[in-house]
T-cell receptor
Framework: DTEVTQTPKHLVMGMTNKKSLKCEQHMGHRAMYWYKQKAKKPPELMFVYSYEKLSINESVPSRFSPECPNSSLLNLHLHALQPEDSALYLC?????????????FGPGTRLTVL | EDQVTQSPEALRLQEGESSSLNCSYTVSGLRGLFWYRQDPGKGPEFLFTLYSAGEEKEKERLKATLTKKESFLHITAPKPEDSATYLCAGWQGGSEKLVFGKGTKLTVNP
């Protein structure tokens, strides 16, 4: 089983709202990732968690706040977003941090910021 | 600068018309080359991982190959359901990052 699940599938929020995206995997993977994908562009790395610790932050604005409560869960907390943050947000996981292991992606959350 | 370049940007084929997609890379210390398929509004679906030049992998109508400078995704006798964007990505040695190409949008007409 190589399934990564994400909730919700769609999210519409105003610029003053606070919301969270959730990601879950039960493959025993120890690396988890958040990506942002705009239309007709490739995924763009935002954050990497290795063994539940934040290892890479690609200079993402503080209005995006990641959290890894345990080895199976990954959250992305959203606050005071801008309309340009509207995108498909993808979660991925891989077996070993720092290794060239396959990343398995979830179905994504389509975020619209009004 | 590490780069992955895919060509063509878009490709239209007739059902049954075989072709190849190209992925050239200049990723320092490349430790893995990955192919994904992505349907509109969905997450990338893993297809293949290639680790060394000369390696080949097959799955149904798809075959991926790797040389020291590029990778090819060969599509044999494609069907309309093969229509999607195909993404190539390289894993840079010493980092935890995938370097993605911009993708090739494949359309297979019946």
């Amino acid at each position: 089983d190589t399934e990564v699940t994400q909730t919700p599938k769609h999210l519409v929020m105003g610029m003053t709202n606070k919301k969270s995206l959730k990601c879950e995997q039960h493959m025993g993977h120890r690396a988890m990732y958040w990506y942002k994908q705009k239309a007709k562009k490739p995924p763009e790395l935002m954050f990497v968690y290795s063994y539940e610790k934040l290892s890479i932050n690609e200079s993402v604005p503080s209005r995006f706040s990641p959290e890894c409560p345990n080895s199976s869960l990954l959250n992305l907390h959203l606050h005071a977003l801008q309309p340009e943050d509207s995108a498909l947000y993808l979660c991925a996981s891989s077996q070993n941090p720092g290794g060239a292991d396959t990343q398995y992606f979830g179905p994504g959350t389509r975020l619209t910021v009004l | 600068e590490d780069q992955v370049t895919q060509s063509p940007e878009a490709l239209r084929l007739q059902e049954g018309e075989s072709s190849s997609l190209n992925c050239s890379y200049t990723v320092s210390g490349l430790r893995g080359l990955f192919w994904y398929r992505q349907d509109p509004g969905k997450g990338p679906e893993f297809l293949f991982t290639l680790y060394s030049a000369g390696e080949e992998k097959e799955k149904e109508r798809l075959k991926a190959t790797l040389t020291k400078k590029e990778s090819f995704l060969h599509i044999t006798a494609p069907k309309p359901e093969d229509s999607a964007t195909y993404l190539c990505a390289g894993w840079q040695g010493g980092s935890e990052k995938l370097v993605f190409g911009k993708g090739t949008k494949l359309t297979v007409n019946p």
